[in-house]
């Protein structure tokens, strides 16, 4: 098991950036696929992005694709999601989130899939 702890989120404008960092402690993070997820209000948890255990796969929605990375530093035991050109919409509580892994390539999109999770930290864009 590995504890999950979000911080980088804020108020913004629309066309701003941020970067949000998850730092992760109590396990092998480099064994982990990582993911972020967001919950905006009276909406269920969506995907947003994942990467793999060393970091070279990843995958967006298709929301996000282009506007946001999705990053990890094992050394560090930290993940990152580097948000920019955000939107109105985009305006939900962020979540990271882990699973560990066997194979170094899997990459997981489905919040099912991840046993472990963030408390989530806010992020709100406005127009």
């Known amino acids: 098991q590995v504890q999950l702890v979000e911080s980088g989120g804020g108020l913004v404008q629309a066309g701003g950036s941020l970067r949000l960092s998850c730092a992760a402690s109590?396990?092998?993070?480099?064994?982990?696929?990582m993911g972020w997820f967001r919950q905006a209000p009276g909406k269920e948890r969506e995907f947003v992005a994942t990467?793999?255990?060393?970091?070279?796969?990843?995958k967006y929605a298709a929301s996000v694709k282009g506007r946001f990375t999705i990053s990890r530093d094992n050394t560090k035991n930290t993940v990152y999601l580097q948000m920019n050109t955000l939107r109105p919409d985009d305006t939900a509580v962020y979540y990271c989130?882990?699973?560990?892994?066997?194979?170094?390539?899997?990459?997981?999109?489905?919040?099912?899939?991840?046993?472990?999770w963030g408390q989530g930290t806010q992020v709100t864009v406005s127009s």
């Open positions: 109590g396990a092998s993070f480099s064994s982990y696929v």
């Open positions: 990467v793999s255990r060393s970091g070279t796969n990843t």
């Open positions: 989130a882990a699973d560990q892994r066997l194979y170094y390539a899997i990459i997981l999109s489905n919040p099912h899939d991840y046993d472990d």
